[in-house]
């Protein structure tokens, strides 16, 4: 079952969303991620968020394993226009339309590229993410004495 996500009412021009959409349609997720990353618009950002939720969709939900994952289906539809009023010439108004986007991606995983994994033998494992990160020596001095600042300070008589 592949999984879903969605943005209504995205304050984006269907046109221009579309644009990128078709830009990552079909590509492997982290694939996708780096398009949209090195894509600086607001749209891309709008876009990133929605692909994002369908990937946490995708592990939290359905069980899915992230190296594997890839955007099934990509689309964007329009939503209703937004109207503002602006002062024309003579007391006349003009109206300004303001459009927005309804964005939905349907992600699942990639049963070719599974099997090949386990074939092989190998699977890309993350890294886990942990708060102790040891801090950078300083220059001229070895790693392991910026671990231990006290061992490398002499005897006090």
């Known amino acids: 079952m592949p999984a879903m996500a969605k943005a209504r009412y995205v304050r984006v021009s269907p046109l221009k969303a579309r644009r990128l959409v078709n830009l990552i349609r079909g590509r492997a997720l982290q694939e996708a991620q780096a398009i949209l990353d090195l894509t600086a618009t ?3 950002q709008a876009i990133a968020k929605v692909v994002n939720s369908a990937a946490a969709n995708a592990e939290n939900n359905h069980d899915m394993d ?8 990509a689309y964007v539809d329009q ?5 503002r009023v602006r002062p ?3 007391g006349r108004v003009s109206i300004i339309r303001r459009p927005t986007s309804h964005i939905t991606v349907i992600m699942d995983e990639n049963e070719e590229l599974k099997q090949a994994a386990a074939a092989r033998g190998t699977r890309r494992r993350r890294r886990k993410e942990s708060g102790t990160r040891r801090a950078a020596a300083p220059k001229g001095r070895p790693a392991s004495d910026a671990a231990a600042p006290e061992a490398a300070a002499p005897p006090e008589e």
């Open 66 to 73: 992230p190296d594997f994952l890839w955007l099934r289906e």
């Open 79 to 83: 939503g209703p226009s937004m109207r």
């Open 42 to 44: 607001p749209t891309a």
């Open 88 to 90: 024309a010439s003579q």
